[in-house]
């Protein structure tokens, strides 16, 4: 039932899924959901579900060549929301985990186009099993460590 892209004007299919990143003993994976707003970009701005998508829109960069959108006969779903958790095995303080979530959340924006419309309800949850020290990374680079594994998780969901 999860969909992508209304806001270009698709129902493209969507889902579930899930990525994984090790540095040294620190693991992080990504759960994801995704019911988006945008389209579900891939790393060199291919839509993920191109073949649903009429020819010679295949990219990010073609879907924004028609902005502005003609909404005539459309109307944004509002309800859409990408839920998503973030979870590690590294030894956290608080502040570090709720920056690990923030830090998450705000690199979706890479994966999803566009994120955080004021129609999206999107939400991300960040927990760490307290395991192994955080050891050769700091709280920045196992941010960034997070941010890939969620964007594995996007690019699964089909």
Same mark, same amino acid.
């Given at each position: 039932?999860?969909?992508?892209?209304?806001?270009?004007?698709?129902?493209?299919?969507?889902?579930?899924?899930?990525?994984?990143?090790?540095?040294?003993?620190?693991?992080?994976?990504?759960?994801?959901?995704?019911?988006?707003?945008?389209?579900?970009?891939?790393?060199?701005?291919?839509?993920?579900?191109?073949?649903?998508?009429?020819?010679?829109?295949?990219?990010?960069?073609?879907?924004?060549?028609?902005?502005?959108?003609?909404?005539?006969?459309?109307?944004?779903?509002?309800?859409?929301? &990408?839920?998503?958790?973030? =979870?590690?095995?590294?030894? #956290?303080?608080?502040?570090? %985990?709720?920056? *690990? +979530?923030?830090?998450?959340?705000?690199?979706?924006?890479?994966?999803?186009?566009?994120?955080?419309?004021?129609?999206?309800?999107?939400?991300?949850?960040? &927990?760490?099993?307290?395991? =192994?020290?955080?050891?050769? #990374?700091?709280?920045?680079? %196992?941010?960034? *460590? +997070?941010?890939?594994?969620?964007?594995?998780?996007?690019?699964?969901?089909?």
């Amino acid at each position: 039932m999860a969909r992508q892209g209304s806001f270009w004007g698709y129902e493209l299919p969507s889902g579930q899924g899930g990525g994984l990143r090790q540095c040294g003993d620190v693991i992080v994976a990504a759960f994801v959901v995704a019911n988006s707003l945008g389209l579900i970009v891939d790393r060199n701005g291919g839509c993920i579900s191109a073949e649903h998508l009429p020819p010679g829109q295949a990219t990010i960069a073609a879907q924004a060549a028609r902005l502005p959108l003609d909404r005539t006969n459309q109307t944004l779903n509002p309800a859409n929301t &990408t839920i998503s958790v973030i =979870v590690t095995n590294a030894i #956290l303080p608080l502040s570090a %985990l709720q920056r *690990l +979530a923030v830090q998450t959340h705000s690199s979706m924006g890479r994966a999803i186009q566009p994120f955080a419309c004021p129609f999206d309800g999107d939400t991300l949850f960040a &927990t760490s099993t307290n395991a =192994v020290p955080l050891e050769g #990374l700091d709280e920045a680079e %196992l941010g960034w *460590l +997070a941010g890939e594994a969620m964007w594995d998780a996007l690019l699964s969901v089909v």
